[in-house]
Structures are given as structure tokens and as C-alpha cells.
């Protein structure tokens, strides 16, 4: 993981979650919103570790970009992503 982390100043946004009964009515795209609006203020990079195969679409229409694939073993596979400021 260390191999993708960022070594400049960053904003490392660790968590989001919306309950499962009220997914897929854009309350996920305000919180991301709202942070990434922070960090393009302050000319910040954004940097997170997606832990599901579908968030990576979520992320990336909030325009971070895929920096590789971690997994040991058989574990899950995390999708390090990385947005620039804007």
C-alpha cells in the first residue's frame, strides 16, 4: 500500500458509506462533493483506497484515476485512486 500513497500533501479520505436503503439517491456524490470541493480550494490531492470492484465507477466519475491493484493472497482486491485538483 505504501508503494501508492502519496508522499506530497494530501487529503487521505479513508471512509464513505450511505445506509443500503437509501444508496443510489446521490447522498454518496454530496459528502464525496463536499470534501473534493475542499481539497480543490486548497490545491489539494485527494487520495483514497477503494475496497469494492463497484465504488472504483463511483470514484472515478469524481474524477479520481486507478494508480494500480493491491491483494495478498486471496483477500479482497483495493484499487489504490488518486484525483488532482481542479
Known sequence: METYHPTEPHWHLPLIGVDPAMQG???GSVLQR???DICDREESLAYLEATSAKSVPFYERHG???LGSIQ???SPTIVPMLRRPR
Do not use: K
Request: hydrophobic share 50%.
Open 25 to 27: 439517491r446521490g447522498i
Open 64 to 66: 479520481f484515476e486507478p
Open 34 to 36: 463536499h470534501v473534493l
Open 72 to 74: 495478498v493472497a486471496d
